[in-house]
């Protein structure tokens, strides 16, 4: 992920002891004593990530705690984005002085069935990405690249997008995405300047698909 944000944002990926790691008591608390062994190590490597990476930005220790939609609560001054599917876990933040907002996705590189395709692409999506070269499963790409403009869009507006309101061009020689919001949904937006625009970054390396995007000071 480092190579895909620029140097004012801090980026963190897990190693094996993060995964099981020691968890602030009001992050514990979140949790939830019931939660399954899967959750419990993802949820713990992106909040000891997170915290390294507030470290590192010379922010002081704090617990990390879930709002009612399970997005992450960054404390005042930071902006923050956490990924994690199986076996890959990263944080990523930069001081809401310098970056709007941040986003990043992590995707094992795997085909989509027909069903999930149709519900993540639109009609002029699947017409571009026939035209791409062969030996990537770009729909994943296109996947990943949506859950990453909605990670930027969300902190900003306060609501989230249907994988239908971003429509996705890739660039593969470039290793890069542009994400154009649904007009209707950008006038809708209760906040000043919403974004209508996302450009990120992409890269397809072995079975793990990462992308990545911030939302620059206007």
């Not at 002081?60 to 923050?80: E, F």
């Not at 030996?135 to 296109?142: A, D, I, L, S």
């Not at 919403?194 to 939302?215: E, H, I, K, N, Y």
């Amino acid at each position: 992920m480092r190579d895909l944000l620029p140097p004012t944002v801090v980026v963190v990926e897990a190693g094996p002891p993060d995964w099981v790691g020691d968890l602030l008591p009001e992050e514990a608390a979140g949790l939830g004593e019931r939660a399954v062994e899967s959750r419990r190590r993802d949820f713990t490597a992106g909040r000891v990530c997170a915290r390294r990476a507030m470290a590192a930005l010379g922010m002081p220790a704090a617990p990390l705690v879930a709002a009612g939609d399970r997005s992450p609560v960054w404390p005042a001054g930071v902006v923050g984005t956490i990924t994690h599917t199986r076996g890959y876990c990263a944080a990523a933040v930069a001081r809401r002085t310098e970056v709007r907002s941040v986003g990043m996705d992590a995707e094992r590189h795997k085909e989509l069935s027909p069903g999930v395709r149709r519900l993540i692409l639109r009609p002029e999506e699947e017409e571009r990405l026939a035209r791409l070269p062969g030996g990537v499963g770009w729909p994943v790409v296109v996947f990943s690249a949506k859950e990453t403009v909605y990670k930027v869009w969300h902190p900003v507006v306060g609501s989230w997008l249907d994988f239908q309101d971003a429509a996705v061009d890739l660039d593969p020689d470039a290793g890069t995405f542009t994400a154009r919001i649904n007009p209707e949904r950008v006038a809708a937006a209760a906040v000043a300047d919403p974004p209508s625009v996302v450009t990120g970054r992409f890269v397809v390396a072995g079975d793990l698909v990462r992308t990545a995007a911030v939302l620059p000071l206007r």
